[in-house]
């Protein structure tokens, strides 16, 4: 499985993003697929996820400023990043678990700052 975001840039404090995951299989048929981000350190950490037997989930700081969803027509996973903060400057990766194996995009860099 090949994944590839796009999306990522500068935006300012506050403004919107929405990044995009394409994957080389069927989106529909991955039982688990989300976004992470990682910034030098600090750990990765989990943004959102979706998931066919726990549903969607949320890293507690992003709720209620992000909202993961797919389109499976497009085959693409989106992350809408609202209200954004300078502390969510970090790269962001599409992830997806496909019979045991995690697989990883190369990550897109957003960065928020005036």
């Known amino acids: 499985v090949q994944l590839v975001e796009s999306g990522g840039g500068l935006v300012q404090p506050g403004e919107s993003r929405r990044l995009s995951c394409g994957a080389s299989g069927s989106i529909r048929s991955f039982n688990l697929i989300g976004w992470y981000r990682h910034a030098p350190g600090k750990q990765r950490e989990l943004v959102a996820s979706?998931?066919?037997?726990?549903?969607?989930s949320y890293g507690d700081s992003v709720k209620g400023r992000f909202t993961i969803f797919k389109d499976d027509a497009k085959n693409l996973l989106y992350l809408q990043m609202n209200s954004l903060k300078p502390e969510d400057t970090e790269l962001y990766y599409c992830?997806?678990?496909?019979?045991?194996?995690?697989?990883w995009g190369p990550g897109t860099q957003v960065t928020v700052s005036s």
């Open positions: 992830n997806t678990l496909l019979l045991g194996v995690k697989y």
């Open positions: 979706l998931s066919r037997s726990v549903g969607i």
